[in-house]
């Protein structure tokens, strides 16, 4: 017995070298299956669900701006036809009214968005449009940031952050679709 | 000095590899904690649509995936070309959703439950119809945290 333990003891170190090796295998699986690439996208939120359709006739007509994509992708905007492109600028106008017309908002607090689609418009066209007017707001939040406090809206405290978006609230009202245009 | 010099230059010792192994094994933790197994196999043909807008979704494992587009050719002849919702792995229906999202909020403590998030991954050329019945459904099921997945446009 005290032999087969002597002889152990000249045994006991295990050969390590091979380790790196492995160590290399696993590494090299790992990268390979990584996938860092993360998910972005627009965020949202959705409005809690009510089975009566929200009203949009309380709001005062000079209020609501009325986006309408058909089933061939067109543009409607306040009852005339638009170009995607130039969708951004016309709903800064509208929400900030600059030069105090009658017939855009009253006040970015009162403006109203209603994006009304079919249910045969492209998911790319009504994304292109969400993402504009979503652009919009992010643009007139750029810029009151820079005039109140000078920085980008980025780097600004949650608070102040706040305080701007409750200047310009996000409000888009999405109506149920119609279906004039179904696949 | 040149006497120093040669002496030295006889002597260099082998560099030790000793620490070799944890070095790897470091970058190996690294690479473990930060993979995400790809665990769907898709189904449907889906690509993203560009934007400008985007922000980053955070955390992942409070986010679940809807994918939605059509079907890819090898299942075109049992699924047909219309526009379909996959979840997890395989075809789903739109009522269907309530369960799914279930399955993935009993995998996230409770405090971060409100943070759940849906991505909703569309094809670009999909149809609105049934993404307006998906839309509805959470609504229903009261996931109101929807992400439109997007990418940014790569520059021309």
């Known amino acids: ?27 090299i699986f790992f990268l390979v299956t990584t996938t860092i690439a993360e998910d972005k996208g627009i965020l949202v939120k959705l409005p809690p669900w009510s089975d009566q359709p929200a009203d949009v006739q309380q709001f005062k007509t ?5 986006v309408l994509v058909n089933a061939q992708n067109q543009l ?55 993402n504009e007017l979503q652009a919009a707001y992010n643009e007139l939040w750029e810029e009151a940031a820079f005039k109140r406090f000078n920085t980008s809206y980025e780097q600004l405290s949650n608070a102040n952050k706040r305080t701007i978006r409750n200047e310009f609230p996000l409000v888009i009202s999405e109506a149920e679709p119609t279906s004039y245009g179904v696949e | 000095m040149a006497k120093f010099d040669r002496k030295r230059g006889k002597e260099t010792p082998a560099i030790s590899t000793a620490s070799l192994p944890d070095i790897i094994f470091m970058l190996l933790f690294f690479f473990m904690v930060v993979t995400v197994l790809r665990d769907a196999e898709l189904k449907v043909r889906v690509i993203i649509p560009y934007a400008t807008e985007l922000t980053k979704l955070e955390k992942k494992s409070l986010v679940n995936y809807l994918y939605i587009g059509r079907p890819i050719e ?71 945290k929807v992400n439109y997945s997007a990418r940014v446009r790569p520059p021309q």
């Open chain 1, 62 to 66: 000079r209020n609501v701006y009325s």
């Open chain 1, 1 to 27: 017995m005290a032999r087969v333990r002597s002889k152990d003891r000249l045994k006991n170190e295990i050969n390590a070298s091979s380790m790196a090796d492995i160590a290399f295998l696993l590494l």
């Open chain 2, 74 to 144: 090898k299942y075109k002849d049992i699924y047909g070309t219309k526009p379909r919702l996959q979840l997890g792995d395989k075809f789903a229906t739109v009522g269907e959703i309530p369960l799914f999202l279930e399955k993935h909020k009993v995998t996230v403590p409770e405090s971060q439950q409100p943070g759940i998030t849906s991505s909703l991954r569309v094809d670009g050329d999909v149809t609105m119809g049934i993404v307006q019945d998906i839309k509805t459904q959470l609504r229903k099921t009261g996931q109101l």
């Open chain 1, 76 to 130: 409607l905007v306040r009852g005339q036809e638009m170009k995607i492109s130039e969708l951004r600028d016309k709903t800064k106008e509208f929400i900030a009214n600059p030069t105090r017309r009658e017939d855009l908002s009253e006040s970015p607090k009162r403006a109203l968005i209603s994006l009304k689609n079919d249910r045969g418009t492209n998911y790319r066209t009504y994304l292109e449009v969400y």
